[in-house]
């Protein structure tokens, strides 16, 4: 059961018409019982709390042209409890509402729409006075941290776009902070590249060529009795390393390899 302190902030919004309180308790919001009930439709409110547990209502005081009155109150899992069983075809509009515009709000600002706060009462001008300077506070920490992000980002794209050139797989690999192995095992499920029956030889698929994710390039080696060979392995250009770490979600690292390492198309 909620306490039976007095609550210091009630909030009202309106829902196709009709009014519904909300009470702050605690930091987190309890609707009122009667107003929740005439919107899903349900005739008996009383009814309606004896179906809810006993962690899903309570108590809760709100001033009333009669002065204070305790009022029964339910939380967000008695909210929804009840919005189930009602037959109302608004109580899949109010559940929506609540959840995509009443709760986001509420947790947001500390209420929806207008409070009813007394100017007069030094207690509740401290507490909106410090709500909206933690708010400026988050504000500013998250500006802070979206330019670091931005000037990030810009770097990278800068670092790309000065950097022409073809990455063998696994020097890609290391570009996206990936294992080379489980890279290759990525781009396989993406389609990228694949292997012949019969042959670890791997090749792009002729759309990622045709995207200009992945380019076929013929590289030289050193065999093991000195002779000199060669093969064609599909590399992955800068503009595949752009888009596979967009797909990743991770920020290409250009120093995780040498310049030399990048083999001109």
């Not at 002729?206 to 050193?222: C, P, V, W, Y």
Request: glycine share 8%; net charge neutral; hydrophobic share 40%.
């Amino acid at each position: 059961m909620v306490g039976e302190h007095p609550v210091p902030a009630r909030f009202e919004f309106s829902f196709e018409d009709t009014t519904v309180r909300v009470l702050e308790i605690n930091g987190t919001p309890w609707w009122v019982l009667v107003d929740v009930c005439v919107v899903l439709g349900i005739a008996n409110p009383r009814d309606a709390a004896g179906r809810l547990d006993d962690d899903e209502k309570g108590v809760g005081i709100t001033d009333t042209l009669g002065g204070p009155q305790e009022v029964t109150v339910i939380n967000e899992s008695g909210l929804y409890s009840l919005t189930l069983t009602s037959r109302k075809p608004s109580a899949k509009r109010f559940k929506k509402w609540i959840t995509s515009e009443v709760l986001p709000a509420i947790r947001k600002t500390g209420g929806y729409g207008t409070s009813q706060v007394d100017l007069n009462d030094p207690a509740q001008l401290r507490a909106l006075l410090l709500n909206y300077s933690a708010e400026v506070e988050t504000t500013k920490k998250a500006l802070a941290a979206a330019q670091v992000e931005a000037s990030a980002a810009t770097s990278a794209l800068d670092r790309i776009a000065g950097t022409e050139g073809l990455l063998c797989l696994t020097d890609a690999a290391k570009v996206l902070g990936q294992q080379p192995k489980a890279f290759i095992r990525w781009l396989t499920a993406g389609r990228y590249i694949y292997r012949r029956v019969g042959s670890s030889r791997l090749l792009a698929y002729q759309d990622a060529i045709q995207s200009g994710l992945i380019e076929h390039k013929l590289r030289t080696f050193k065999k093991a009795d000195g002779t000199e060979g060669s093969s064609d392995q599909p590399m992955v250009t800068t503009k595949g390393i752009a888009r596979f770490a967009r797909l990743l979600g991770v920020t290409a690292d250009w120093s995780a390899v040498s310049k030399e390492t990048l083999t001109h198309a």
